[in-house]
C-alpha cells in the first residue's frame, strides 16, 4: 500500500484533509505523549481532519457549535477506527488516536491527549500552529476537528507547510481573559471560562471563540463564501 492508497481510504470515509507525518518528525513531542510511547513500532503518523460549520460561528445562541462540536467527535472517532480495520485488512498494524480526550500530565501541570492532534496534523503538512494555539488550514482555517491514526508502515510523508500565521496578535488582544497573555496559551484558565454549564439554560455549552473569531485566516479559501453574506 502506499501514500495515495491511504489517503484514498481515509476520504472515502469522509475526511476532508488527509496528510502523511514519518516518526522522525515527533522528536520534540514531551515525553510519555510521542507516538512510540503509544505504539512501540510506529512509523508514520496519518492526520486527517473534518470540516467544522462555519455557521455555528454567527449565531446569536452557543447551542449550535456546542453541539456540532460534541457531535462530530464521536464522528471522527468511527472514522479512526474503520480506517484502522481497513490498514489491518492490509496486514499494516494501526492504532486510533481518541479525536477528544484527554490525560493529565503532572510534569507541564496541563491536560493533554495522549498524541497532539494539532501537532500531528501540521508535521504532516495539513496547516500550521497559530498563535491562538490552533491549527490553521489553507483550506479551511481553523474551522477544522483533526483526528489521527499510527501506523507501523512507513509511507511517503507530505511536505510541511509554511507558517500561515503572521503573529497579528489580534487573538491575544480579544481574549477577555488575557489566556494568550504568554506564548503558551494558559489552558486551565481558557478552558474554565470557555466550557461549562450555563446557569441560566441549565446546558453545558461552549461559551467563547473569540481567538477563532478574529483570526484573519479563520476561514480558508473554502469557507470564503462566509464573508460575501
Known sequence: M?????????Y???ADLCGIAD???FSNAPQGYHPLDILPTCKSVIAFGCRFPVGTLICKTPIPYTRVRNSITPKMDAMALDFCI???KAEIVSVPIPTNESQWDKNTGRYRSII?????AQAAGMGTIGRHSLLITPEFGSMIWLGAVLCDEE?????????ICDNCNL?????PINALQNTEMDQQKCWNYAFGDDKE???WRIACHKCRDICPYNLGRKNSFIKRR
Open 86 to 88: 481497513e490498514m489491518e
Open 155 to 163: 509511507f511517503e510523508p507530505d511536505e510541511i507547510k509554511e507558517n
Open 116 to 120: 497532539s492532534l494539532k501537532h500531528a
Open 201 to 203: 439554560i441549565q446546558s
Open 12 to 14: 472515502s470515509l469522509g
Open 2 to 10: 502506499d501514500s495515495r492508497k491511504v489517503k484514498e481510504i481515509m
Open 23 to 25: 516518526i522522525s518528525r
Open 171 to 175: 487573538c491575544v488582544s480579544i481574549c
